[in-house]
């Protein structure tokens, strides 16, 4: 087998020991699953998420709640590897005639197979909601492609800091980030019901950009603006994510080269 395919082979290695994980902690995947569909129904139900949007509630809150379901999670990565690294595997996982990526790109494919599994359970809630996509299935494709891509370039930033936090019990603090990050965009609320200053700011969030796009592409209220990046905001949703991947995927790849070191 040439070097690209025992690469393959070992990162599918590494992707089945981390779906085996799912088997072993099924309470963990369904609390990980459960916890954005409870922010749905309480924001849609209780606290009376969508301000300034009219129309269906719902089909505001839902695409955005997608977005804001590829934020969530990261927790699950990042204490994944942090365990990996106190605990000595990594270490043995290097001692093996494998490559050196196979450790990270199958936690990252994991990673993905769960992010599309959440997209689809929270997909569901929602239609049973009452919130539909009106744009046919080629659009509905690339707004599922977009938040995937979000999820993608989100995923290396987490894996980049756990690498950096190295111990699990770090990754409490490192985590709290994810709230202000997700909460400062239009995910729950549109940025012209907000002061000036404020809606300027969640509206250059890398998630509002993602989430303007995304119900643009569904066919839903508050897919577009007045300002630049709301007017741009499916550029933006592939600008982002690209740019975050440039940044983070070499520094995770460099710091976890650097581990052996």
Do not use: C
């Not at 492609?145 to 987490?158: T, V």
């Amino acid at each position: 087998m040439s070097a690209a395919g025992w690469a393959v082979s070992d990162s599918w290695t590494m992707t089945r020991r981390e779906l085996a994980h799912w088997a072993r902690q099924p309470v963990q995947v369904v609390v990980g699953l459960a916890f954005p569909v409870m922010l749905l129904l309480m924001f849609n139900y209780l606290v009376g998420g969508g301000r300034g949007v009219e129309g269906d509630t719902a089909e505001y809150l839902v695409p955005g709640m997608l977005v804001l379901t590829m934020a969530f999670g990261l927790e699950a990565t990042m204490l994944a590897v942090t365990q990996d690294l106190s605990k000595g595997v990594v270490d043995r996982f290097r001692s093996m005639p494998m490559a050196s990526g196979a450790v990270l790109v199958g936690r990252s494919v994991a990673d993905m197979l769960q992010s599309v599994a959440a997209l689809a359970v929270m997909a569901s809630v929602g239609y049973a909601m009452g919130w539909r996509w009106h744009d046919g299935a080629a659009a509905a494709l690339g707004a599922v492609g977009l938040l995937l891509l979000l999820r993608f370039a989100m995923l290396w930033l987490g894996i980049l800091l756990a690498l950096v936090a190295g111990r699990p019990e770090m990754v409490q603090a490192v985590q709290i980030l994810v709230w202000p990050v997700g909460f400062l965009s239009n995910v729950f609320a549109a940025p012209a019901s907000m002061p000036g200053w404020l809606g300027a700011v969640v509206e250059w969030n890398p998630m509002s950009a993602t989430a303007t796009a995304v119900r643009g592409l569904f066919g839903n209220p508050g897919g577009g603006g007045d300002s630049w990046a709301a007017g741009h905001a499916g550029l933006l949703a592939v600008l982002w994510p690209l740019v975050l991947l440039a940044v983070f995927f070499p520094l995770a790849v460099r710091r976890f080269a650097g581990l052996s070191r």
